[in-house]
């Protein structure tokens, strides 16, 4: 069965930088499309940047040009690499995949069916 798994999560000041992990097993990595997603306390979970066949990648408008999202097939595992953090970045984050991510999708939950835990994302100001 497929499983994610975060990590690389923590408490950071304001415009301090980190990269999350996601490692992927189960099954085929190269055929599912990866997305992150964060849940801030109080609020739902949001859609915040993904990756789909042929490498095309999607963000959330507040954070594009911070994040970059990214995947290693050989090393089964995506990324998310976050510059200039602020503040309102804090949530938990999580990884998601997909078989079945189209355009039209891409950003909707329904979309992935495998999720990891999450990893907690602390920004101080």
């Known amino acids: 069965q497929v499983q994610l798994a975060e990590s690389g999560g923590g408490v950071v000041q304001a415009g301090d930088s980190l990269r999350l992990s996601c490692v992927f097993s189960g099954a085929d990595f190269s055929t599912y499309g990866v997305a992150w997603f964060r849940q801030a306390p109080g609020k739902e979970r949001e859609f915040v940047a993904a990756w789909r066949k042929g490498g095309y990648t999607y963000y959330l408008d507040s954070v594009k040009g911070r994040f970059t999202i990214s995947r290693d097939v050989a090393k089964n595992t995506a990324y998310l690499q976050m510059n200039s953090l602020k503040a309102e970045d804090t949530a938990v984050y999580h990884c998601?995949?997909?078989?079945?991510?189209?355009?039209?999708?891409?950003?909707?939950?329904?979309?992935?069916?495998?999720w990891g835990q999450g990893t907690q994302v602390t920004v101080s100001s």
């Open positions: 998601a995949a997909g078989r079945t991510v189209i355009l039209s999708n891409i950003r909707n939950e329904q979309a992935y069916h495998h």
